[in-house]
């Protein structure tokens, strides 16, 4: 795969992240740790963050909302056992630095945010890379994307109660969904979907903002 434009820039500070904050704390997929490598996480943060994008914690990406630490991006990202040739929904685009992770690994991408301004910065950060398997999209991911379904796998990165019914039903046959569930306490649930059953696995606790459930809709 080529390499990503503004790789350049803090590549020895990535590597450490990688290595430290991703591998040493148990992410063992080359794939995964690969494509943490490339893709440039400080041009995902506000600019008076850049310095910082390389430790190991969620950055602020304005609008109270934050980017997850690497761990929890790499964890994520692996849980999707993803082979390069699917097609995923991402709910909850933010910055828009997971989606890019994705589109190293899977074959399109699609992300949904409901916050505008959120939608614009990201847009603009992935054509800057020029990464073009990735569409975003400014909706309520209440709804998923429907005219794309169904999706080889799906994934939350705002913690809801309960996965709404409407994106479970947008989940391929086979197919994994990862999800942050819960209220106060959240869990990261890993749900498999063979031969018309579901099974869910929990991937360990987890600290997510909230995901707004329908009603209080798009805004921006
Ligand atoms: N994946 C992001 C981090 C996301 S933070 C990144 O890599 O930066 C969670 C995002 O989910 C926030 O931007 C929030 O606005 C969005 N969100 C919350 N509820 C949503 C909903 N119902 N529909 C779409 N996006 C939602």
């Not at 914690?57 to 609008?63: D, E, M, S, T, V």
């Amino acid at each position: 795969m080529s390499t990503l434009p503004g790789t350049e820039e803090f590549r020895s500070a990535r590597r450490r992240m990688v290595a430290d904050e991703v591998e040493a704390k148990g992410i063992g997929s080359r794939e995964v740790l690969r494509a943490l490598l490339e893709v440039p996480r400080h041009l995902f943060a506000d600019d008076a963050l850049r310095f910082q994008a390389y430790g190991g914690h969620a950055l602020p990406i304005g609008w109270g909302q934050t980017l997850s630490q690497p761990y929890v991006v790499g964890a994520m990202t692996e849980a999707l056992e993803l082979t390069g040739e699917e097609k995923v929904l991402e709910v909850g685009t933010g910055s828009g630095y997971q989606a890019a992770v994705l589109s190293r690994l899977a074959r399109e991408v699609r992300t949904v945010e409901r916050i505008g301004e959120l939608a614009r910065r990201a847009r603009s950060v992935l054509s800057r890379l020029k990464i073009r398997n990735v569409h975003v999209a400014c909706r309520d991911g209440s709804n998923g994307w429907g005219e794309h379904a169904p999706y080889d796998r799906i994934l939350f990165t705002a913690g809801a109660e309960s996965i709404p019914a409407e994106v479970l039903d947008q989940l391929a046959d086979p197919g994994i969904l990862v999800a942050p569930v819960g209220g106060a306490t959240q869990r990261i649930v890993v749900l498999r979907r063979e031969g018309g059953v579901d099974r869910t696995e929990d991937l360990g606790a987890c600290e997510f903002v909230p995901f707004i459930t329908s009603g209080e809709g798009r805004i921006g």
